[in-house]
């Protein structure tokens, strides 16, 4: 997936048939669940997702549109504000974002959770508390803050 493919692996688990009705039993209660159910179906994926034989994978090219980098970056030498809302798992949209020019390494890049951060046992903070943090500590680096916003210095 950091090279632009979107990827699959399949795997095969042998389950005896008293195995595989407990497993959906709490699968179905945990996705039926009304609260945390996110939690619930993360815990009951994790019971099962483990002895699995991978028994192959697959690798799709997930190309943009023709002249979609081009056309982006005119748009930013032009000063036009471009914003991207997308599904997309977070390191998706990063790469995404570098490979259609929307995103530079030169770019100061503030990363914004709206949910917990799937890698993070620390409690998820409010958007607040991620902008303040970031503030904080472009402030630390005596970031420009008036080109930050602009785009312009």
Sequence with gaps: STQGLRTLV????VLSKVEAEEWMSEWHAACSSTTERGQKMDLAAAKIE?????VGCTAIEDRLQDDVPQTIADLRKAAVKVWVLTGDKMETAINIGYSCRLL???????????????????????????LNQAVTALAKKNVDFEELATGQP
């Design 104 to 130: 530079t390494p030169e770019m100061t890049r503030i990363v914004i959770r709206a949910e917990q951060d799937p890698d993070s046992t620390n409690p998820p903070l409010s958007i607040a508390d991620q």
């Design 10 to 13: 399949l795997g095969e688990k």
């Design 50 to 54: 483990f002895g699995v034989t991978v």
